[in-house]
C-alpha cells in the first residue's frame, strides 16, 4: 500500500483532525499507555534548516513510543552538501527509516521526497510556505485551553508574510465555523495575497490593521504573535526596521482581554517580552509541550500503530 504522507494539514478531513486531536490529548494524560507502541520503528529527521522544537519534539515524541531516531540536523552535515538531490536522498534513507520528517528551506522540497518514498514523509517545515505540524501542535493547544475552535476571533500579530505557522493556521482554522481574524502586521508584511483571496472568496470576517492596541485586542480570544523570519528577508536593513515592531509586554497584556491566550511557535526574539512570562494567558511554552503530544498521534497514525484503550 502507498504511505500517507503529511504536506499540509488540510491532508486530514476535519473528522480525521478531530481524531488526531483526540488521540493527542489520550496520550497525554495516559502516556504510559504508548510507551511501546512504536517499538522496533526508526524515525529518520531530515533537517536542511536550523531547528530546535520541530527537530527535538519530533525525536522526543519517537523515544516516547519505544521508538528510535536517525537523522541530520543540517544540510552541511548531510551529502546535500556535495550536491545530492533530495529525491536520491529520500530513497536511501527509505531503506534506513519506517517515517522521515523533513525540514527543508526550499518550498515543495518534502512533496518532491514523498513522490519518491517508500515510507511516510512529513512535512517538517518547507520554506515560507507550509509548517503543518506547528499547525497541528497549535490546533491541540487551542482546542484542550479553549475547549473548541467555532466562533473564536483569532489575532496574528508580526511578520505576516513569511510566518509559514499563520499561513497553515489560517487554512486549518477556516474549515471551523464562526471563526473571525484579526490581521496585525506592518504594510510589508502583510499576509501574501493567495492567503488575503482565500478569506474573502470564502467570506470569512477578516480585518489587517498595523497597531497592536486595545481595540484591535478587545475580542480576542486567542493573540498568535510571530517574530520577523530574519532568514527570509531580502535584506539586513529591512529586517532591522522590522524586528522591534511589536513588542507584547506587561502594559499591553493589562489592556488585554482576560481570557486572551497568547500563543507563539517560537523561537521567541523580542516581540513578547520575558516578563510576559509569567502572566496565565501566556500559553507557548505550554504549546511546545503539545507539540510532543502531537507529533506522537502523528506518528502512530502515519504508521497505522493504533493503541488499545
Ligand atoms: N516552531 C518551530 O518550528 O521551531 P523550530 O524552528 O525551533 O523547530
Do not use: W
Request: net charge negative; hydrophobic share 40%; charged share 25%.
Amino acid at each position: 500500500m502507498a504511505p500517507r504522507h503529511l504536506m499540509s494539514p488540510l491532508d486530514f478531513t476535519v473528522e480525521e483532525l478531530d481524531k488526531l486531536l483526540d488521540l493527542g490529548n489520550d496520550i497525554e494524560k495516559h502516556p504510559e499507555k504508548y510507551a511501546h507502541a512504536c517499538e522496533g520503528k526508526r524515525l529518520a529527521t531530515l533537517f536542511y534548516e536550523p531547528s530546535t522544537r520541530t527537530r527535538l519534539s519530533f525525536e522526543a515524541a519517537m523515544m516516547n513510543l519505544g521508538g528510535k531516531v536517525l537523522g541530520f540536523a543540517s544540510q552541511d552535515s548531510s551529502s546535500a552538501s556535495k550536491g545530492e538531490s533530495v529525491s536520491d536522498t529520500i530513497r536511501v534513507v527509505s531503506c534506513y527509516a519506517d517515517i522521515v520528517a523533513m525540514r527543508h528551506p526550499k518550498e515543495g522540497a518534502p512533496l518532491v521526497a514523498s513522490m519518491k518514498s517508500a515510507v511516510p514523509v512529513i512535512n517538517a517545515g518547507d520554506g515560507g510556505h507550509q509548517h503543518p505540524t506547528q499547525t497541528l501542535t497549535d490546533l491541540l493547544t487551542i482546542r484542550s485551553l479553549k475547549g473548541h475552535f467555532d466562533g473564536l476571533t483569532v489575532g496574528f500579530c508580526g511578520d505576516l508574510k513569511f510566518g509559514r505557522t499563520v499561513h497553515s493556521l489560517i487554512e486549518a482554522l477556516c474549515r471551523y465555523s464562526g471563526i473571525r481574524f484579526v490581521l496585525i502586521s506592518p504594510e510589508e508584511l502583510r499576509v501574501p495575497s493567495y492567503v488575503r483571496d482565500g478569506l474573502k472568496a470564502g467570506g470569512f470576517p477578516f480585518q489587517e490593521v498595523v497597531a497592536l492596541n486595545e481595540e484591535t485586542m478587545k475580542d480576542l480570544d486567542i493573540l498568535y504573535m510571530t517574530r520577523a523570519q530574519r532568514e527570509r528577508f531580502f535584506n539586513e536593513e529591512d529586517y532591522v526596521r522590522m524586528k522591534d515592531f511589536y513588542i507584547l509586554d506587561r502594559e499591553k497584556m493589562k489592556i488585554a482581554p482576560e481570557g486572551m491566550l497568547v500563543l507563539h511557535p517560537l523561537p521567541r526574539v523580542n516581540e513578547i517580552a520575558v516578563e510576559v512570562d509569567d502572566d496565565p494567558r501566556a500559553v507557548y511554552f505550554r504549546q511546545a509541550q503539545y507539540g510532543v503530544y502531537i507529533r506522537m498521534a502523528l506518528i502512530l497514525t502515519l504508521l497505522g500503530i493504533s493503541v488499545d484503550a
